[in-house]
């Protein structure tokens, strides 16, 4: 191999030698290892750490978004993403005042629905068996509690239907069209009463929202209404963006009479909602000293390899490499090793939670669910988070390469060549 030509020879703007492609042919050189294996062993060691890191790191990250997200979207579709409470009910003030309300609130910018909703709470029972339950009236097919038209309709005998959350249901042990007793207390002439009525069960409703399933049942507005003249009556308000609720909450709040109340989604649940974030947080710090610590088996093969390489080193060195380029060999070697371990591990990720996601691995009994809200925790690696987790995996493992890649600027060639 010719040696390069001294510097006074060379042309200005020709290229300096052992530069260039050259840096990153002996970094892949390197990772090979001798002999004519794909990849040597201790850069396979250090792959396969950092592969598991980033793969425990990814499903955790899935399981926290996946959580929050169907818990939001749950909370939302269950009730709405904004909600308003009159002062006065629109049966006090004989709905026309609610239903020009009402009417200006469909014409907001942002927003897609207003419905009126009845609410009562009270006991229903049949046969043996009895449980609390939250009676929500509403129009049919409103939300993941909706009913339709045909199940809330009176039967021959007047009775009306009722839905019923599947989980409710069960408890109840009731067939189709059975009837039921509801009670509530409600007031009257200045004194508490007991208010019974019959309602027939019409079916069940799924929302993946244990206390929905567990502890609601829907019918029709004005069946609510005959129930309890003066329930809890509001305005639930669906937006085209979620993130915009509080904004549009506010607008609301404006334009609203005194005395109505107006809240969103995220106000309603900003403690869960921060412990939650709080909770992410928290598990990706910690999974993240699992990939600090798969970093350090990076950084230890590239210690193994400048002693290994120590010869090669060397040579190159009298032939010309200056440290500055030899040290970039290093950094590309524990660079192209996270950058492969990472996506390694994002894809193994992804491939755990969506087989987690698509079959419910993670499932919850009745009385689990009714702590964690859902029967079934979802899976959802977000491109934020693989984008989080990539980016935090590269700059952990760069920084653990930066020391050993040092020790190749003090290589001497001669200390190097002495004895070989």
């Not at 937006?239 to 107006?262: F, M």
């Not at 088996?297 to 390899?305: D, F, H, I």
Request: hydrophobic share 50%; glycine share 10%.
């Amino acid at each position: 191999m010719p040696l390069p030509a001294p510097a006074a020879a060379r042309r200005p703007d020709a290229p300096a030698p052992l530069s260039g492609s050259l840096i990153l042919a002996l970094a892949v050189r390197f990772l090979r290892g001798r002999g004519n294996r794909l990849i040597s062993s201790t850069a396979l060691s250090a792959l396969a750490a950092s592969t598991l890191g980033v793969t425990a790191m990814g499903v955790a990250m899935a399981l926290m978004t996946g959580y929050r997200g169907d818990l939001q979207k749950k909370l939302v579709g269950g009730n709405a993403a904004v909600l308003v409470y009159p002062q006065t009910s629109s049966r006090e003030s004989g709905g026309a005042e609610s239903a020009r309300f009402a009417a200006e609130l469909r014409r907001m910018p942002g927003i897609t629905r207003v419905d009126p909703v009845a609410y009562v709470q009270g006991v229903i029972a049949t046969g043996g068996h009895e449980a609390q339950v939250t009676l929500r009236g509403s129009a049919p097919g409103q939300g993941l509690l909706g009913a339709t038209s045909e199940q809330l309709a009176p039967d021959a005998e007047g009775i009306p239907g009722v839905v019923l959350g599947v989980d409710l249901a069960a408890d109840l042990g009731v067939a189709p069209g059975e009837h039921l007793r509801l009670v509530i207390v409600a007031v009257g002439e200045g004194r508490p009463k007991f208010v019974y009525r019959t309602l027939r069960f019409a079916g069940t409703f799924s929302s993946g929202f244990a206390e929905f399933d567990r502890e609601w049942a829907v019918t029709s507005r004005e069946t609510v209404a005959a129930i309890a003249p003066d329930g809890l009556e509001s305005l639930e308000v669906g937006v085209e963006d979620l993130d915009r609720a509080p904004a549009i909450a506010a607008a609301i709040r404006a334009i609203s009479p005194d005395g109505t109340l107006v809240t969103d989604w995220r106000e309603l649940n900003r403690e869960l909602f921060a412990a939650l974030s709080l909770q992410k947080a928290a598990l990706f710090l910690l999974l993240g000293l699992i990939v600090l610590v798969s970093t350090f088996n990076v950084a230890s093969s590239l210690v193994v390899l400048v002693r290994e390489r120590r010869r090669d080193l060397g040579v190159l060195a009298a032939l010309g490499l200056a440290p500055e380029r030899m040290r970039w060999v290093f950094l590309l070697y524990g660079g192209a090793l996270g950058l492969a371990g990472t996506l390694a591990g994002l894809g193994l990720a992804g491939t755990i939670s969506w087989v987690a996601d698509r079959f419910e691995l993670v499932r919850f009994g009745p009385e689990v669910a009714s702590i964690y809200f859902l029967r079934a925790v979802p899976f959802r690696l977000s491109l934020a988070d693989a984008g989080l987790i990539a980016g935090f995996t590269l700059v952990v493992t760069l920084l653990s390469c930066w020391l050993p890649s040092r020790r190749a600027l003090t290589l001497d060639p001669s200390a190097a060549l002495r004895y070989e």
